[in-house]
């Protein structure tokens, strides 16, 4: 039945014998039913009164089951001006079978007149748990949670980006009610997040925007020339550290998990040392959640059948002491997460964290020829003493009008805006319980909010 109406929308636009592009417009709204139509703000085409091709652009909402039947969502993703990973298919399929238990799904498709994807908006809806029962509706982007995702939006085709976010707030406006938008991992400079924000804000009435700094090394075309980016102390720490470790045991290697049967055994390693770490230090961890497991499972199998995957292991003596767990996309290497062996003791011997980090550094460079090494959230020292530059994402909170809406800034915005007051004045030990605590309440891992990594 929809190809149908698709076939009779194609035709009301291409009537010849219609005068106007407003009259073919309602005449395609009038024919294809539930899809809503939405022109854009592209110009016509000189010389003719008929619309451009990307100028009428349809929106729908495409349920989890329908996802693997988006063949060119990739397509749209790659075509974007800032592409991320984090907006690819298996990235957004792999998060929702892990944490879409409870959520509504609002992932909404644009497309042109030819069936093509212009753009995605991976969105949910949420009813936040509050202490007050309150029927509020949160929206937010569908990889916003727990697992690490850093630059999450909106996903257009160059060019078209004020044009799908205005289609999907169209969408968005007929379809559902949502008295907050949460707008988490917006990259500064990306002109398809500003667009989504600027769309949702038309329909909001207070915005409050939190920026967070995140770390990547821009990597040259030699790897002699990247270590002479680096402090002469830490260089030459990091070669001595390297040797003793191979002149202690000359069985030392590193090497790239390659193989799908390897997967499930060097994660649950790498599990294993991440836990151990965490829990020393009195947080649950971030593994201790059988989804974060599940999600990670998942998407690895996904990215290693894509060959983007990056899972680089240390082994000593037959057993892995460190891991380094991160994929590539557009050039970039996103390092995700790493553990290494705490309860490893040799003399002269420490930090093989930091000597496989220099391996898959030499890698990124030498093999891979990558522009970036990306760390992702945080400025942390244990990041910038690798010769990072900084870069940024927000999160923006759009509340709706009305009652309602400022109901849910109180809940959401209003809230965090008070923990940030408590966390300034009290003492160490209350706010990692009141983190903790938080953490647990928005159905995350406890270790959401731990401190800074490790190597």
């Given at each position: 039945m929809w190809r149908h109406r698709l076939g009779r929308v194609r035709d009301a636009l291409r009537w010849r014998g219609m005068r106007g592009r407003a009259l073919a417009l309602a005449m395609a709204q009038v024919l294809a039913g539930p899809t809503l139509v939405v022109e854009s703000e592209s110009p016509e085409i000189e010389g003719r009164g008929a619309p451009d091709p990307l100028a009428v652009l349809t929106a729908e909402r495409v349920p989890p089951a329908h996802w693997g039947s988006i063949d060119d969502w990739d397509d749209a993703v790659a075509a974007a001006a800032r592409p991320s990973v984090f907006l690819t298919r298996d990235w957004v399929t792999a998060w929702w079978a892990a944490f879409g238990s409870g959520l509504e799904p609002m992932l909404i498709r644009v497309t042109d007149p030819g069936g093509r994807t212009v753009g995605l908006a991976p969105l949910y809806l949420e009813r936040p748990k509050l202490v007050v029962r309150l029927p509020l509706r949160r929206l937010g982007i569908i990889g916003d949670r727990v697992v690490g995702s850093e630059y999450l939006g909106l996903v257009a085709r160059a060019g078209q980006e004020a044009a799908v976010a205005k289609a999907v707030a169209a969408r968005l406006a007929r379809e559902v009610r949502w008295d907050v938008a949460e707008l988490t991992g917006l990259v500064a400079g990306d002109p398809a997040g500003d667009a989504l924000e600027a769309a949702l804000l038309g329909k909001g009435e207070r915005r409050r925007v939190t920026p967070h700094a995140c770390a990547m090394i821009q990597l040259p075309a030699d790897y002699e020339t990247y270590l002479a980016t680096l402090r002469p102390t830490f260089r030459r720490a990091s070669r001595q550290r390297a040797n003793r470790l191979r002149r202690r045991f000359p069985s030392t290697q590193t090497y790239l998990t390659d193989e799908e049967r390897l997967l499930e055994p060097h994660l649950a390693r790498l599990w294993e040392m991440h836990q151990v770490h965490w829990n020393a230090a009195g947080y649950s961890g971030a593994f201790a959640d059988g989804r974060m497991r599940s999600f990670y499972l998942d998407v690895s199998r996904r990215l290693l059948a894509a060959g983007?995957?990056?899972?680089?292991?240390?082994?000593?003596?037959?057993?892995?002491?460190?891991?380094?767990?991160?994929?590539?996309?557009?050039?970039?290497?996103?390092?995700?997460?790493?553990?290494?062996?705490?309860?490893?003791?040799?003399?002269?011997?420490?930090?093989?964290?930091?000597?496989?980090r220099f391996d898959a550094l030499r890698h990124a460079i030498e093999t891979d020829h990558l522009r970036g090494y990306d760390f992702l959230g945080g400025v942390e020292d244990f990041k910038t003493r690798w010769g990072t530059s900084t870069h940024d994402t927000r999160t923006v909170y759009i509340t709706a009008r009305g009652t309602r809406g400022r109901l849910a800034w109180l809940a959401t915005a209003g809230t965090r805006d008070l923990f940030s007051r408590v966390v300034s004045i009290a003492p160490r030990g209350l706010v990692k319980a009141l983190r903790v605590a938080r953490a647990r309440r928005r159905g995350a891992p406890g270790s959401t909010t731990q401190p800074s990594g490790h190597e």
């Open positions: 983007s995957l990056r899972f680089w292991q240390l082994q000593i003596d037959g057993v892995i002491r460190a891991s380094q767990y991160g994929f590539v996309h557009h050039g970039v290497l996103h390092a995700l997460q790493s553990a290494y062996d705490t309860t490893f003791r040799a003399p002269g011997v420490d930090g093989p964290g930091v000597t496989l």
